[in-house]
């Protein structure tokens, strides 16, 4: 595991984000964005704070896939799969090779195409760098 005090030139903070997303366990269940603020926090970032549907509209700009990026958050502010979902939405982490990582009570990967389609029920599925910080 690379922890920000591991730091150095040839470690791109990309690669530190998702090697801290691998190893930050769940919060429990209904704690995407808790999740998603605390690897952040553990990778040497601030701690983002607020739920997915505020990182959604602070942070998620593009659904351009052309612009999507490792380590970009990836959010929707609602979603019909949940009463909780209907409310506060989804997000998780570009981790790429077209996989998204994210907490639903416990942690996984899934392939962005079916994040997507799962989560795109009734609001475009976005992504954006957390904290308004592009990473390397």
Do not use: K
């Not at 959604?56 to 999507?68: E, F, I, N, P, T």
């Not at 929707?76 to 907490?103: A, E, L, T, W």
């Amino acid at each position: 595991e690379i922890l920000p005090s591991d730091w150095s030139s040839d470690v791109c903070s990309s690669d530190l984000l998702v090697n801290v997303a691998y190893s930050t366990p769940s919060p429990g269940a209904g704690l995407c964005a808790m999740w998603v603020s605390r690897v952040f926090s553990r990778a040497g970032y601030r701690y983002a704070g607020g739920n997915a549907d505020d990182m959604y509209w602070r942070w998620c700009y593009s659904s351009d896939r052309a612009q999507l990026r490792v380590g970009m958050v990836i959010a929707v502010p609602s979603h019909s799969h949940s009463r909780m979902g209907s409310i506060y939405g989804h997000i998780g982490i570009y981790v790429g090779h077209g996989r998204v990582r994210d907490n639903i009570g416990v942690i996984r990967d899934s392939p962005l195409d079916e994040w997507i389609r799962y989560y795109s029920t009734t609001e475009v599925v976005r992504w954006g760098y957390l904290l308004g910080i592009a990473l390397a």
